[in-house]
């Protein structure tokens, strides 16, 4: 069956970066864009950006350019998301999910907790 | 400041039905279509609708999506006290080249 599953929680201090793996199984990986989204504590959803594992190719949303990298590992199905210079309100819960045509959402990873604190 | 716009919060009492609404613009509803997840307390998202009204294997018929213009809808008929969640729209923008998500709606079943 499909499974999303991502590195665990991370603490970091201010001006650090965040590293969150998302590793994959039950589907071909290369065939999915993989999608991050986050979401901070009592706050609603946020997208991040994509990557297409087949190409290597991004897009990132204008918010995050110049300090997010999302980055894929055909040879072991995983994708990776950096974000630099974290500050206070990257707080939040990071998810990465499955594009499915049509633009759906059809399987997510179980989230990952980075919290940022000095 | 979401790009989509639900309403804050809904409620209904078992058995009802509750809409709740999505307003997009000719970015992102308008020419794309909107999917509807559901998510409960400490949990991912869920996929509920895609493609505006389409259901994945597994949901029931109770919940529906439809959409007119630059506006979504999702309708949960029955309602039902696990249907206590909340519940995000979203949907492409090609203008932002980028999913765009709705703040959330909480849905109280009273």
């Known amino acids: 069956q499909v499974q999303m599953v991502q590195s665990g929680a991370e603490m970091k201090k201010p001006g650090a970066s965040l590293n969150v793996s998302c590793k994959t199984s039950?589907?071909?990986?290369?065939?999915?864009?993989i999608h991050w989204i986050r979401q901070a504590p009592g706050q609603g959803l946020e997208w991040l950006g994509r990557?297409?594992?087949?190409?290597?190719?991004?897009d990132y949303s204008q918010k995050f350019q110049g300090r997010i990298t999302m980055t894929r590992d055909t040879s072991i199905s995983t994708a990776y998301v950096e974000l630099t210079r974290l500050g206070f309100d990257d707080t939040a819960v990071y998810y990465c999910?499955?594009?499915?045509?049509?633009?759906?959402?059809?399987?997510w990873g179980q989230g990952t907790l980075v919290a940022v604190s000095s | 400041q979401s790009v989509l716009t639900q309403p804050p919060s809904a409620s209904g009492t078992p058995g009802q039905r509750v809409i709740i609404s999505c307003s997009g613009s000719?970015?992102?509803?308008?020419?794309?279509?909107a999917n509807w997840y559901q998510q409960l307390p400490g949990t991912a998202p869920k996929l509920l609708i895609y493609?505006?009204?389409q259901r994945p294997s597994g949901v029931p018929d109770r919940f529906s999506g439809s959409k007119s213009g630059t506006s979504a809808s999702l309708a949960i008929s029955g309602l039902q006290s696990e249907d206590e969640a909340d519940y995000y729209c979203?949907?492409?923008?090609?203008?932002?080249?980028?999913?765009?998500f709705g703040g959330g709606t909480k849905l109280t079943v009273i």
């Open positions: 999910t499955r594009d499915s045509p049509a633009g759906r959402f059809d399987h």
């Open positions: 039950g589907f071909p990986f290369t065939g999915y864009h």
């Open positions: 990557i297409s594992p087949n190409s290597g190719d991004t």
């Open positions: 000719d970015s992102n509803i308008g020419i794309n279509t």
């Open positions: 493609r505006n009204n």
């Open positions: 979203a949907a492409w923008d090609d203008g932002l080249t980028g999913v765009v």
